[in-house]
T-cell receptor, first 115, second 113 residues
Framework: AQTVTQSQPEMSVQEAETVTLSCTYD???????LFWYKQPPSRQMILVIR??????QNATENRFSVNFQKAAKSFSLKISDSQLGDAAMYFC????????????FGAGTRLTVKP | DTGVSQDPRHKITKRGQNVTFRCDPI?????LYWYRQTLGQGPEFLTY????????KSRLLSDRFSAERPKGSFSTLEIQRTEQGDSAMYLC???????????FGSGTRLTVV
């Protein structure tokens, strides 16, 4: 079974600085999708960035980028120029191509942004 | 269409009562998912619909839980004889055929007292 591990329960970053959130996963599939979701307090979960495993190029969305290391099964999220609004729970998620009906989530990392 | 809607936002119920939650997905999305999220944890998959067909159920979905999507549009999740362990946030998400990611609703927070 696929598992997603986020080893950092909490992280903090100074406003305008850069922070990296870690995620590792376990799978026997070669084709799959990886996601980072943001869940602000008492608000809905929103998609931050996604990566298709067949793509070697790391995905980038404005201040958010990933470091996808397929061989190491690692998928970290880098937030540049951190803003107060980035404070939230961040969840790493995996969805396989074979059983693509079951997205698996990590336990989350709580990010605090200090002014 | 502004996204995935869930109703109610909060529900407090006494142990042993039945509760029903509703999810209205994005109208053109044919795939609908229910997840459960407890405090400090990531969402856990409960069940999945493609159109009106319930195609997959997690082992987390005990026989006290039932979900329906009668016309392939909105879905309901019913919990019978609620227990304190059912207290959680219940999230609904939908996905279109060509969309890799899910769009989540705001969730229904259930508290069983």
């Amino acid at each position: 079974a696929q598992t997603v591990t986020q080893s950092q329960p909490e992280m903090s970053v100074q406003e305008a600085e850069t922070v990296t959130l870690s995620c590792t996963y376990d799978t026997s599939e070669s084709d799959y999708y990886l996601f980072w979701y943001k869940q602000p307090p008492s608000r809905q979960m929103i998609l931050v960035i996604r990566q298709e495993a067949y793509k070697q190029q790391n995905a980038t969305e404005n201040r958010f980028s990933v470091n996808f290391q397929k061989a190491a099964k690692s998928f970290s999220l880098k937030i540049s120029d951190s803003q107060l609004g980035d404070a939230a729970m961040y969840f790493c998620a995996y969805r396989g191509s074979l059983n693509n009906n079951d997205m698996r989530f990590g336990a989350g990392t709580r990010l605090t942004v200090k002014p | 269409d502004t996204g995935v809607s869930q109703d109610p936002r909060h529900k407090i119920t006494k142990r042993g009562q039945n509760v029903t939650f509703r999810c209205d997905p994005i109208s053109e999305h044919n795939r609908l998912y229910w997840y459960r999220q407890t405090l400090g944890q990531g969402p856990e998959f409960l069940t999945y619909f493609q159109n009106e067909a319930q195609l997959e159920k997690s082992r987390l979905l005990s026989d006290r839980f039932s979900a329906e999507r009668p016309k392939g549009s909105f879905s309901t999740l019913e919990i019978q004889r609620t227990e304190q362990g059912d207290s959680a946030m219940y999230l609904c998400a939908s996905r279109g055929g060509s969309n890799y990611g899910y769009t989540f609703g705001s969730g229904t927070r259930l508290t069983v007292v």
